[in-house]
């Protein structure tokens, strides 16, 4: 599984906006298009469905983050110190 390395200065109190999440994952093409698939239920982290696009999430490492029923990855988180 791939892994995607999100950068701790994306988050906000440890919290990222979902739509941002799926698109920086690289996943989708656009941010319009995250928008999209969450609204149909085609995202899920953990095994978690989402269904609202303004829905901001915790973020920690290691969470599986699914488009769809092929596109997976596993996000890391970078911290700047």
Same mark, same amino acid.
């Given at each position: 599984m *791939? *892994?995607?390395i999100l950068s701790? *200065?994306?988050l906000t109190d440890g919290k990222?906006?979902?739509v941002r999440l799926v698109y920086l994952s690289s996943l989708v093409e656009t941010p319009a298009e995250? @928008? @999209?698939l969450? !609204?149909?239920g085609f995202v899920t982290i953990d095994g978690q469905r989402f269904l609202d696009v303004n829905e901001?999430? !915790?973020v @920690?490492?290691?969470m599986t983050l699914g488009v769809g029923r092929f596109s997976f990855c596993k996000i890391k988180i970078l911290n700047y110190s």
């Open positions: *791939e *892994e995607f701790s *200065e994306d990222i906006w979902l995250a @928008r @999209r969450i !609204s149909q901001h999430i !915790s @920690r490492d290691d």
